[in-house]
């Protein structure tokens, strides 16, 4: 988790007092800024219109026009006028804004959970390209991105309930495939165990059995557990999560155990660390399989920590085979 913070930090991190546009998603969608409802007009609407045309004509010529008439098509222009919610918009949990991003249709839904502090546009490339297969779901946890805070209490547990809130809501229905990375990781886990029907499959974007992992480190003097916790630039939202770092770190003390399909990439070249450090997490991750056998583990030496942005493809291949995997069990 700490070697999360950088890359959340670098310039084309934009933080939580911008508006962000999502130009690529406004095609034929509603068209506005996060949480505004703008919308353009549905099929319906544009039928209902095409109708008035027609019967109005396109001349300019003067008719004489039956009031009842045009007054009937205005209603029913009125009751076919739709408003689809916006992709990229702000859900209403505990009477706090969240910032969400909701793309595409079809089940499964992959539901992508970021890093330490980071927002939900670490995993936009990738995100766009599964909205092309099946809905997708992202957000910014709370504090964090556009985001307002919802509790400050930032345990996983605390942090699992309010995805689940969140979720219900706004009505992304289970089941989930849970793409983590880092920090999400715990998340991903602790969802899981708090609500097991929900969850078809996992892909864990460098991230598994981090309780040994960062231990390990620890023991090994390459990290010092003072490096745990906020620095002097965090934002009130990022203080929050980050004062639970250590105690998110070593919360689980059981092994990861499922029958669910999970893929596990690994960063294992020089970008994603020293040499020790790689080699200590190649070791730790390697047993992340012990209670789930069925793991694929795919190691890359061209991705740093964050293998969604520097080789997308590889994050995208493995949530098509998972999500291939789970519509193949659904119909057995």
């Given at each position: 988790?700490v070697?999360?913070?950088?890359?959340?930090?670098?310039?084309?991190?934009?933080s939580?007092k911008?508006?962000?546009?999502?130009?690529?998603?406004?095609?034929?969608?509603?068209?506005?800024?996060?949480g505004?409802?703008?919308?353009?007009?549905?099929?319906a609407?544009?039928?209902?219109?095409a109708?008035?045309?027609m019967?109005l004509?396109?001349?300019?010529?003067?008719?004489k026009?039956?009031?009842?008439?045009?007054?009937?098509?205005?209603v029913?222009?009125?009751?076919?006028?739709?408003c689809e919610?916006?992709?990229?918009?702000?859900?209403?949990?505990?009477g706090?804004?969240?910032?969400?991003?909701?793309?595409?249709?079809?089940?499964?839904?992959?539901?992508?959970?970021?890093?330490?502090?980071?927002?939900?546009?670490?995993?936009?490339?990738?995100?766009?390209?599964?909205?092309?297969?099946?809905?997708?779901?992202?957000?910014?946890?709370?504090?964090?991105?556009?985001s307002?805070?919802?509790?400050?209490?930032r345990?996983?547990?605390?942090?699992?309930?309010?995805?689940?809130?969140?979720?219900?809501?706004?009505?992304?229905?289970?089941?989930?495939?849970?793409v983590?990375?880092?920090?999400?990781?715990?998340?991903?886990?602790?969802?899981?165990?708090?609500?097991?029907?929900?969850?078809?499959?996992?892909?864990?974007?460098?991230?598994?059995?981090?309780?040994?992992?960062?231990?390990?480190?620890?023991?090994?003097?390459?990290i010092s557990?003072?490096?745990?916790?906020?620095?002097?630039i965090?934002?009130?939202?990022?203080?929050?999560?980050?004062?639970?770092?250590?105690?998110?770190?070593?919360?689980?003390?059981?092994?990861?155990?499922?029958?669910l399909?999970?893929?596990?990439?690994v960063?294992?070249?020089?970008?994603?660390?020293?040499?020790?450090m790689?080699?200590?997490?190649?070791?730790?991750?390697?047993?992340?399989?012990?209670?789930?056998?069925?793991?694929?583990?795919?190691y890359?030496?061209?991705?740093?920590?964050?293998?969604q942005?520097?080789?997308?493809?590889?994050?995208?291949?493995?949530?098509?085979?998972?999500?291939?995997?789970v519509?193949?069990?659904s119909?057995?």
């Amino acid at each position: 988790m700490v070697h999360c913070r950088a890359r959340c930090r670098e310039k084309y991190y934009l933080s939580h007092k911008r508006t962000v546009v999502w130009d690529s998603l406004l095609v034929g969608r509603a068209s506005h800024s996060p949480g505004h409802l703008t919308c353009a007009p549905s099929p319906a609407t544009a039928h209902t219109s095409a109708l008035v045309a027609m019967w109005l004509g396109t001349d300019t010529t003067p008719k004489k026009v039956d009031m009842k008439i045009v007054l009937t098509f205005t209603v029913l222009l009125l009751l076919t006028i739709g408003c689809e919610k916006p992709v990229d918009r702000f859900a209403t949990v505990d009477g706090k804004k969240v910032h969400i991003l909701d793309r595409g249709t079809g089940e499964p839904t992959v539901v992508f959970l970021t890093g330490l502090i980071c927002p939900l546009e670490h995993f936009y490339t990738v995100q766009s390209q599964i909205s092309k297969e099946t809905r997708t779901f992202s957000y910014d946890r709370s504090g964090l991105g556009l985001s307002e805070i919802i509790d400050t209490v930032r345990t996983y547990d605390h942090v699992a309930n309010e995805l689940e809130k969140i979720l219900t809501s706004e009505g992304i229905k289970a089941p989930y495939v849970l793409v983590a990375h880092s920090y999400g990781g715990g998340l991903a886990r602790q969802y899981y165990k708090q609500f097991p029907d929900k969850v078809a499959g996992f892909v864990f974007v460098d991230c598994a059995n981090d309780e040994i992992f960062l231990d390990s480190l620890v023991q090994k003097r390459i990290i010092s557990l003072d490096s745990f916790g906020p620095d002097s630039i965090a934002t009130k939202g990022e203080a929050y999560e980050m004062n639970y770092e250590r105690e998110n770190i070593y919360w689980f003390k059981e092994d990861f155990k499922t029958e669910l399909p999970v893929h596990l990439l690994v960063a294992a070249g020089e970008r994603a660390g020293s040499e020790e450090m790689i080699k200590t997490k190649v070791n730790t991750y390697r047993h992340f399989d012990k209670q789930a056998p069925q793991m694929k583990i795919i190691y890359t030496e061209h991705s740093g920590h964050h293998i969604q942005r520097d080789q997308p493809e590889l994050v995208v291949k493995s949530i098509k085979e998972i999500i291939d995997e789970v519509r193949q069990q659904s119909y057995r």
